[in-house]
């Protein structure tokens, strides 16, 4: 009783994180002072949640390493810097929530780090996301997956166009010191794009989980590599058609 309680708050917690992530990652919609509060709140719950998940600390130098094993715990272990530098970076510029801490970082090295690892965030909570879909889609019948991928593929090709024009690789390879925000989109939109760019990593994380582990003929296949491959293509083609 006491577990499938502790897994219901689990589950709570990474939704309340992921619809976090989803907020401060449009910075246009929520303003200065309630992305600074966002931030911390999800400071905080991060915390609750790694406090919840400490088996796997304890476990981390026991048993084998899979293929499966290893990507999780890389990626695990890259979303866990990358959050804490953003939560660091983002309090040494903190003018509200916390302003005792502003300046612990040089300001503008801070806003730097800011803006690089808020957006490796976010690319890694979504591939750390993918990389467990497969066992929350486990029951689902062989049809239900298929269509739940394809879903998933559309979506993702969206997202990947979305990703194309937000110029995602001057933020997160340090050559921006500012993001380019769009305040003439609604806001409720801006929120469904931040969905769509990060079901794209979903899905990339998805394949990464069912690449690395055995299919049930106990082989390691790139098969799954296609429904990532749809994606780009359905994101190329809107890039192209729609300019």
């Not at 200065?32 to 130098?61: F, P, Q, S």
């Not at 970076?89 to 005792?100: D, Q, Y």
């Not at 582990?213 to 083609?237: C, E, F, H, R």
Request: one cysteine or more.
């Amino acid at each position: 009783m006491q577990t499938k309680a502790t897994d219901i708050i689990k589950r709570i917690v990474d939704v309340v994180l992921t619809v976090l992530l989803l907020f401060l990652m449009a910075f246009q919609v929520t303003g200065d002072v309630l992305h600074e509060w966002l931030g911390i709140g999800m400071t905080a719950t991060l915390v609750l949640h790694h406090i919840l998940n400490r088996k796997w600390y304890k476990a981390v130098l026991k048993g084998k390493y899979s293929p499966y094993r290893i990507a999780v715990t890389a990626v695990n272990t890259m979303l866990l810097v990358s959050m804490a530098i953003t939560a660091l970076s983002g309090m040494s510029m903190s003018g509200h929530a916390v302003p005792f801490m502003y300046g612990l970082i040089n300001v503008m090295t801070a806003r730097t780090l800011h803006l690089a690892m808020s957006y490796w965030s976010f690319i890694l909570m979504g591939v750390h996301i993918g990389l467990h879909m497969k066992a929350m889609t486990a029951k689902m019948p062989q049809k239900g997956r298929l269509v739940f991928k394809a879903v998933l593929s559309c979506v993702s090709g969206a997202g990947f166009w979305l990703l194309i024009r937000s110029n995602i690789t001057s933020y997160i390879f340090f050559r921006a010191h500012f993001a380019f925000l769009d305040y003439t989109t609604a806001k409720w939109i801006i929120i469904l794009q931040n969905l769509a760019m990060l079901v794209f990593f979903v899905l990339a994380g998805y394949a990464l989980s069912e690449i690395t582990q055995k299919n049930s003929d106990k082989k390691y296949t790139p098969k799954p590599l296609i429904w990532p491959a749809i994606a780009v293509i359905i994101g190329a083609v809107l890039n192209f058609t729609l300019k």
